[in-house]
């Protein structure tokens, strides 16, 4: 096995990771062609090499990462939040409450 660095957790052993796939730019859904949509989602580049990756982190912080890994030796460079990327709701917090902090005077 690997280790990935997760960027809010530090380095972690990959099996606490979920592969998403190689980062792609996903097409303009108001614009995109059925081919072009058939090739982002069925067409993947398959790189002996360096390529970039998105990976979640269930086992940790829950958040996806982005990571820059070679498929042959998996060596990793740093990694970064996730291009679009949002952070969890954690559990008890509701969307849109305040904080707790903002209702004090």
């Known amino acids: ?3 990935i660095p997760c960027p809010y957790c530090g380095p972690r052993d990959a099996t606490e990771f979920r592969h998403q796939g190689e980062s792609r ?3 303009d859904p108001r614009t995109v ?26 086992v940790g912080c829950r958040r996806f990462i982005s990571v820059e890994r070679n498929t042959v030796t ?4 740093p990694a970064a939040a996730a291009a679009g990327a949002v952070d969890p ?4 917090a509701e969307a849109g ?4 902090d903002s209702t004090r005077r």
């Not at 062609?33 to 067409?43: D, I």
């Not at 998996?74 to 460079?77: A, Q």
């Open 1 to 3: 096995m690997f280790r």
């Open 25 to 27: 730019n996903r097409p």
């Open 33 to 58: 062609t059925r081919g072009q949509w058939r090739a982002y989602l069925y067409e993947k580049d398959n790189v002996a090499g360096w390529t970039r990756e998105n990976w979640y982190h269930g």
């Open 74 to 77: 998996n060596e990793t460079r």
């Open 89 to 92: 709701v954690l559990p008890g």
């Open 97 to 100: 409450a305040p904080d707790a």
